[in-house]
Structures are given as structure tokens and as C-alpha cells.
């Protein structure tokens, strides 16, 4: 099947049902996007489908076929995946950084949808992006940093 | 020598008194921090700090740095980084020493090697600690040899050049040589003994201390470039997830694999080996799938009819093991600690409290679940893993695969979450199993969040008694404290039914309270699940019930928590550990480590004055207070909640005081405090992994409740206290923010409510009686 992968088209042998997750990790080698609950729980597989947040560990490949994948490694070609990880980096958001892939996805579709979220905004958006290092203070002083940085360069 | 805990692989029949007959009778074995592993002593004389674990330091600069033709300065980084800080902390003090500009440092992470590098355990919050000084020396030396080397080359006593920012001069004609210029001279120069270095003073430090380093790996992170145990990815890679025993010593009596054997993708369906007797860090009896992608292999694994043997352990159920407990702390124990005359002092008491408290089994739950990746081509193994024990890695895949230790190379990747499970390597040996089974083509297997949850290493469980006895004045005349947990000893020593030092030593024994008359007993209490070390161990239970208890004790004397605190610490003084019966003290010297009453008191001092302790709260508000030793270093919160009318708790502001000796790199050590902040809140409100028929009932995030972006705090303040010099001996960092964390919630809870919460996790107790 073909599959649109950061703006490139990306041919690969799966079935249907085998979650969009595993085809990116394992059959395509692309490894940024990460496992961590296999029940859409904890936002660490999160891709952009169509600009919409989606938890790729339960989303069937054959769903997300023919429509436009962003993942992390893609996100920085859109102004606010490229704000937002320029933020994470001079706050120093990551410890382990594991979920951080995660979090950008789902602070990027944030950011698509309102370019400035309040505190309610962020909670609702990222709440299912679970961080054990509990980095969570710095994750919301990136995304106002990220949606500040965004407004004046518009 | 073997650097595992061999000593421990004693039969499984031998008690815990033979244990630690054993242990005594092998005069200068020191049973080194939380790691359990033993260092043999040349001598009687004991060996502190770095010294007393297995293979000690290692400062030679040739071992730990290179400088290219290209002027790039390459750091090696022995300890894994698990979001502690580790890869920019370490290369920063050597980076420092060697007067390196930082934008031209790269830093490389070293294969599992302690002969090479020292020892390579990162657990026990003693990475900075113990290396701190060799890292430097390393730097030190190399910046010697290149102004050694610059001397040469220009003919001019050493004394008239000076190494600064990756370039030496000679002050007196202004030459300047690079770095890159000189490494191929200096290189072949003698290493200067640790007697002849010079090390920079506080002054000169460009980076230590200072906190403006941006982490080495962010990039990499945000990019989803960043390189985690669970990524390495080979075209013709399989990939495996095992069923596993759900019971502790359980075994596989018969299997069914035609289905899962059909299913699209599937390789391979093969049978793990049979556990031993000791759980040590042994895969788990079961049934492995491997396929064509880990989808796959998930999917078929549910195709499997596997019926188990459960063992031993088939009737662990949590509540039952609980009441086992309550009835083992009603009653008197092992006297591990005894001053005055406790009994008596109960009946001259004006009045007297006591408590029991309850803290459950808690899971890891690293957002990185287990995982790991092998192959072997000609003999050789090669294995990229998560693992905080790259050594023990080694060593047990070795052994597990037949092969000598030499054949094995572990890649240390980056952990996705650590906190003490990565530091059990069974997950690596898993991976180099599947592979052998696979005749050497690389394997990746990876645990499910339900393999993590249902096989953790688990934080043990515990009920802790205590009982105070209070004068007219309310101050405490007696104490008396129960703590009953499974030790984490019994992976390596299953029939180890008390607390080893290492447990004991952790804010119970050596709680540093002015009090006259007091006795500490550990009763018995056997293991039926696998526990490990999770970050900050046994603090957790120990000062949950003493920070908890201490605050019932300022309420029932009608006086304030702080001033009640502050009493009971005492006076400024430096305790010898020893004069506890604490003879571990994290395994640091007594002298260069007394527990020092006056830090204690500073931080409980200034986080109550930096949180406006006493100020007015709206209704449903409140401030709670807890301070914990540990780890060497000092720590005091305050946790303010709101709380509404159904109870349900938000917690909008923390503060934290935190002492632990010189700073290298500040800004990592708050994000480790906002960090165990928030872990502290988890494992408060949520962490509960419970037992039936010796299966844990939890199967992912929605039953294994971790504090999500909603439920955060919105401030977190840290407050470091900065230390006079940096003669004075580091502190962990990693650990320590985590203990005072839940006790200061359900301290702010009472002050709120006036419920008390004795059991954790907190949940809907908070709830009001309507």
C-alpha cells in the first residue's frame, strides 16, 4: 500500500489491520515515533493524520492510508513543529525524552488549531501525553513560548 | 572479579541469619548501596564512596577523551543517561578542567567496559558523586599535557603557557597554539600523577556550577533522532514479545503454539529457559513469539494456549499479604535500633499516639517499557539496551549464552525512563536468547506496558507502626517504630525475611531525631513477587510514615508542624551514622559523611519561609510539610492543595528546599526535583499494583494511574541551597526530591480536611463525609 510520510510518497508491504506504529518502526525504520501503551493511554506514538493528533498504536495502517502522515521527524517543516522544538530545546523540556516526540506531535496539532492556547487549551490538548519524568511544567512554558515565538514571526 | 552479586548465589535454602553470617564471616566485603553487588577489600580496612564499588574510578584522560584534527574535543560518558543529565553533566566537568569550549565537545557513550572506565552502575544517585573528582583530574591532566605539549614546541618553560578556551598561549610573545595543533604531541606525553595536577579553583569553573549548558542530546529528542534501546533497526531484524509466567517462579507445563505459529508475520514460537530458584535478573519462564514486526508478534501472542504451573507463589493475594503484615508490625520485632529506655518511657508519658501506615507494591512504569536488541555474528554478541548496569549486562548475557564475557559488547543506548528497573537486565538477556534461538539474526524484544506492569522489579510493601509517647510539654519522651517490607535481597537470597542495611539505612535507622528514649524493629517478611530498587527505595515507605507521623504528633501537642519539626530534629549537630547502627550510610565514609542536623533544619527553614508557611488559605486549602535525609543530600517540601467540595484534590503549588553539597549543574538538578515532584505525586495519588492468585491486577495506564499534564502542579519552586565550597562532599540528586513528596500531600490533605491518610495511595480518600 501507499502511504504519504512527511510529504513523501512511501510504498510498503502490511496488512491493513497492523497498526500504523509498527509500520513506521518496524517495517519502515522510522523510530521516532515511540511505544509506550499499545491502547492509545499515553500519547507517546502520537502522529499528526490530516493535521489531527492520533495515537498511531491503535490506528490500522489501512486507515491512514491516503492521507497526509506527519511524524516527529517530519513535524519540523511546519512553522509550529519547528517553534515548538526550538522551544523544548532552549527550556530544556526532555529528561529522559522518550515521550517528547509525543508531546510535540500533540502540542503541534494544539498549535494548528489555536495558535494561542490558554492553560485550559493545554490541558485538554496534552492530557493524554502521559511524561514519567514529570516534565509537564516545562512542557507548558514551551508551548506559550513556541505560540509566542509563532505570533511575531507571523 | 565477578562484579555481580555472586556471593549472594548461595542456595536458596540459606536463611537470612546464614546470609548475613556469610557476609560477616567474609571480613572486608562491603554490601555496596542498592546495587547488591560486593566488593572484596584488599584489606580489612573498609573502602568508601567510588572505592568500594566494583572496579572504583578510572581518571585516566587517554581512556576518556580525544581531540581530533578538527579541534572537536570527543568526552566519553561511562554512566547511562536516563533524563538525570548524565551525557551533559559529565562531559562538563572534564570540558571545564580542560579548558574546552563547549561548542566544540561531542560526547560519546561507552560500550559496557568497567576494566576500562570504572565502574559503570547508574543507580544510587552517585554518578556526579563519585566522579565529580576523577572527571575532573582527567581534564585537569589533559589541559597539563597540552600546555606540556605547547612548552615543547616553542622551547619555553612550561610555567610561561597557559591553556584557555581550546588554545594555548604563550603570554610573553602572544603565539597561540589549538588544541587540534597540539593533541598528537600531547598524547604521547606521560600522564601527570593525581599529586602533580593543578585543578582549576571554584573561580575558574566556565561551566561547573554555572547551569547554561543546553542538554547534549535535545536535538536528537525533539527530532526523534535520539537513539533509546527500544530504536536500533537492522532490514532483516525480527521482532519478539514473550508470554511470560504471570506468577513469580511460575514455569510453562504445556503449550499450544499452532495458532500464534499461523499468524500473519510469524517467525518463530519457541519456549524460554526455566527460571532458577533466584529470581537475580533471570528472564522469566515463557512462551516467545518472534515476527516480522512487533504488531505482529503482539497479535499472535494472544493465539497461544499456555497452561502454567504457578509455584510457590500462585496464592499471593496483596490484601491477605497486607493483613499479614499489620499482624507482623503489632507485634515486637528484630530490635535494629535501641537508645534509653523506650518502655519505660511510654509509662511516664502524659499521653501517647501511634499510627500505622501503608504504602503498596508501586510499578515503574518507565515510558520506555523493557526492551532490547542482539545479534551475534561469528561468536560475537552484540546487544544495544536500556540498562543502568551495563557491567552486570555483560556478564549475564554472557553467562546465559555460554559464551565468555569477552564475546560480548553491550551497546549502552539511551533510556527511555529508568528509575532503578533498568538497572535488572533481563530484558538484554531476553533479547541475546531470541537471538541465539535465531541462529544470530538481530532480535528486538519488547515488553508491552502489560509485560512491564504484570513483571515489574516492584517497590516493596509495607506497613509501618509507630508510637510516641508525649510529655506534658509535647515532646516526644519515646518512640517506637515497625517497619515490615520484603527486601529487595530477596532477588538474590530468596529466603531473606528482614530488611538488609542498605533498607534499614534509608530514612529508618538513621533517622536523626533528638529524642531520649526510642526503639526501631524490622519484624520479618517474605517476598512472593520479584521487588527492586525504584527510585529512592525504601525512603519512600520510611518517610511517608515518619513525616506523616510527625505532623499527627504537632497536631495532637496542639503546636505548629514546622516548630514541632524543628524541635525534634534539634539542635545544629553532625551525627556519626554509626552511632544509629547505621553502618552503610550509602556506602560513604561516617567522617566525610555525618548526617548534619543543621542542613536538615535549613531546608525545612527556608521552604516553609519561601512558601509562606502560616499565611492565610481560602477554605479547602492547605500546606503540608515534609523534610527527609537521603541519598547524602537534605530535602524539605511544602505542598499546598485545594481541595473541593467532593474532595477531589488539586494540587496548584510545591515548593522544595533542596541541600546537597556543591552544584555542578544546577539546572538539571531542578529538573530532577520538578521531576521527582511530580513522581512523588504519582506514586501518591495513584501507584498501586495489587495481588491475586499471585497475579498483579494492573494492565496499563487506565489502572495504573500516573499524574498527567491536568493534574500537575502549575508553580514548582525549587530552592537550592548553595553550599560554602565545593570542600564540601556532593549529594545525590536523582533520588532525594521523591520522599517528602507524598508525606507533605497528605500532611496539606489533614491541614485542608482534617483527614488523615495513613494508607497510600490517596485516591478518593480526600473525599468529605456528606
Partial sequence: MELQINDKTITVAAEPELPLLWVLRDLLGMTGTKFGCGVALCGACTVLVDGQALRSCVLPVGQAAGKKITTIEGIGATPQGAALQGAWQQINVPQCGYCQAGQIMSAAALLQTKPNPSDADIDAAMSGNICRCGTYLRIRTAIKQAANHEGQTK | ?770
Fill in chain 2, 1 to 770: 572479579m565477578s562484579a555481580v552479586a555472586d556471593e549472594f548465589t548461595a542456595p536458596s535454602t540459606l536463611s537470612r541469619r546464614e546470609f548475613l553470617q556469610r557476609l560477616q564471616a567474609m571480613g572486608g566485603l562491603l554490601l555496596v548501596a542498592d546495587g547488591l553487588r560486593i566488593v572484596k577489600a584488599a584489606d580489612a580496612a573498609p573502602k568508601y564512596g567510588a572505592d568500594g564499588m566494583p572496579h572504583g574510578t578510572v581518571d585516566n584522560p587517554l581512556v576518556f577523551l580525544t581531540i581530533g584534527d578538527d579541534g572537536w574535543v570527543t568526552i566519553v560518558v561511562h554512566r547511562s543517561e536516563m533524563g538525570q543529565g548524565v551525557r551533559t553533566g559529565m562531559p562538563l566537568i572534564v570540558a571545564d578542567e580542560l579548558e574546552a569550549d563547549w561548542t566544540r565537545v561531542r560526547v560519546q557513550q561507552a560500550p559496557a567496559d568497567e576494566e576500562k572506565y570504572g565502574n559503570q552502575d547508574t543507580d544510587g544517585s552517585r554518578s556526579t558523586r563519585h566522579f565529580l573528582d576523577p572527571m575532573r583530574r582527567c581534564g585537569a591532566a589533559a589541559r597539563m599535557m597540552l600546555e606540556q605539549a605547547a612548552a615543547q614546541s616553542w622551547n619555553v618553560p612550561v610555567t610561561e603557557v597557559h591553556a584557555a578556551n581550546h588554545e594555548v598561549l604563550h603570554q610573553k610573545t602572544g603565539r597561540k597554539l589549538s588544541y587540534a595543533m597540539l593533541a598528537k604531541r600531547a598524547a604521547k606525553l606521560p600522564v601527570p600523577g593525581a599529586n602533580a595536577l593543578r585543578l582549576k579553583t571554584a573561580e575558574e569553573f566556565r561551566y561547573v556550577g554555572k547551569g547554561g549548558v543546553p542538554l547534549v542530546d535535545g536535538h536528537d529528542i525533539v527530532t526523534g533522532q535520539a537513539q533509546y534501546g527500544i530504536d536500533p533497526w537492522f532490514k532483516d531484524m525480527s521482532f519478539a514479545v514473550i508470554a511470560r509466567s504471570p506468577v513469580l517462579g511460575g514455569t510453562v507445563k504445556q503449550f499450544d503454539a499452532n495458532a500464534a505459529a499461523a499468524a500473519p508475520g510469524v517467525q518463530k514460537v519457541l519456549q524460554m529457559p526455566a527460571p532458577v530458584a533466584k529470581a537475580t535478573f533471570h528472564p522469566l519462564a515463557g512462551v516467545a513469539v518472534i515476527a516480522n514486526s512487533t504488531g505482529a508478534a503482539i497479535a499472535a501472542r494472544k493465539l497461544l494456549k499456555i497452561e502454567w504451573d504457578d509455584g510457590a507463589n500462585g496464592s499471593y493475594d496483596s490484601d491477605a499479604y497486607h493483613a499479614s503484615l499489620q499482624e507482623s508490625a503489632r507485634k515486637p520485632g528484630k530490635v535494629v535500633r535501641e537508645s534509653g529506655n523506650v518502655d519505660s518511657a511510654f509509662q511516664s508519658a502524659a499521653k501517647s499516639v501511634e499510627a500505622e501506615y501503608y504504602i503498596p507494591h508501586i510499578a515503574h512504569a518507565t515510558m520506555e517499557p523493557p526492551c532490547g536488541v542482539a545479534r551475534i555474528i561469528g561468536g560475537k554478541v552484540e546487544v544495544w539496551a536500556p540498562t543502568q548496569a551495563p557491567q552486570v549486562t555483560r556478564e549475564d548475557v554472557a553467562k546465559h549464552l555460554g559464551t565468555p564475557a569477552e564475546n560480548v559488547t553491550i551497546h549502552v543506548t539511551l533510556l527511555g525512563g529508568g528509575f532503578g528497573r533498568k538497572s535488572k537486565p533481563d530484558f538484554a538477556i531476553e533479547a541475546a536468547l531470541l537471538s541465539q534461538a535465531m541462529d544470530g539474526r538481530p532480535v528486538k524484544v519488547t515488553w508491552t506496558r502489560e509485560d512491564d506492569l504484570h513483571h515489574d522489579f516492584l517497590h516493596t510493601v509495607s506497613v509501618e507502626y509507630l508510637k510516641a509517647g508525649l510529655g506534658a510539654d509535647g515532646k516526644v519522651g519515646a518512640w517506637l517504630h515497625r517497619s515490615v517490607a520484603p527486601s529487595l535481597a530477596t532477588i538474590f537470597a530468596p529466603n531473606t525475611d528482614h530488611e538488609v542495611g542498605a533498607e534499614l539505612g534509608m530514612g529508618f535507622i538513621n533517622m536523626p531525631y533528638d529524642i531520649p528514649n526510642l526503639r526501631l524493629e524490622n519484624p520479618a517478611a517474605a517476598a512472593h513477587c520479584r521487588i527492586g530498587w525504584f527510585r529512592s527505595v525504601s525512603n519512600i515507605p520510611h518517610a511517608f510514615a515518619v513525616q506523616s507521623f510527625v505532623s499527627e504528633l504537632a497536631a495532637s501537642a496542639g503546636k505548629d508542624h514546622r516548630d514541632y519539626l524543628l524541635e525534634l530534629i534539634g539542635p545544629a549537630r553532625k551525627i556519626d551514622p554509626n552511632s544509629m547502627q547505621d553502618h552503610w550510610n550509602h556506602g560513604e565514609s561516617p567522617q566525610r559523611y555525618p548526617v548534619d542536623t543543621g542542613r536538615l533544619r535549613h531546608v525545612v527553614e527556608t521552604v516553609t519561609q519561601e512558601a509562606g508557611w502560616g499565611k492565610p488559605l481560602a477554605r479547602g486549602r492547605g500546606l503540608g510539610l515534609a523534610a527527609h535525609y537521603s541519598f547524602l543530600s537534605y530535602t524539605a517540601a511544602v505542598v499546598e492543595v485545594d481541595i473541593d467540595e467532593q474532595g477531589r484534590i488539586v494540587v496548584p503549588r510545591v515548593d522544595v528546599a533542596f541541600d546537597c553539597g556543591p552544584q555542578v549543574n544546577p539546572e538539571r538538578i531542578r529538573s530532577q526535583l520538578e521531576g521527582a515532584v511530580i513522581m512523588g505525586l504519582s506514586l501518591a495519588m495513584f501507584g498501586e499494583i495489587t495481588f491475586k492468585k499471585g497475579r498483579s491486577q494492573q494492565d496499563n495506564f487506565h489502572q495504573y494511574r500516573v499524574t498527567r499534564m491536568n493534574e500537575a502542579p502549575a508553580d514548582i519552586r525549587v530552592h537550592l541551597i548553595p553550599a560554602p565550597d565545593w570542600t564540601v562532599p556532593l549529594g545525590g540528586v536523582g533520588e532525594p526530591g521523591v520522599p517528602p513528596i507524598a508525606p507533605a500531600l497528605c500532611n496539606a490533605v489533614y491541614a485542608a480536611t482534617g483527614k488523615r491518610i495513613r494508607r497510600l495511595p490517596i485516591k478518593d480518600q480526600a473525599r468529605r463525609a456528606t
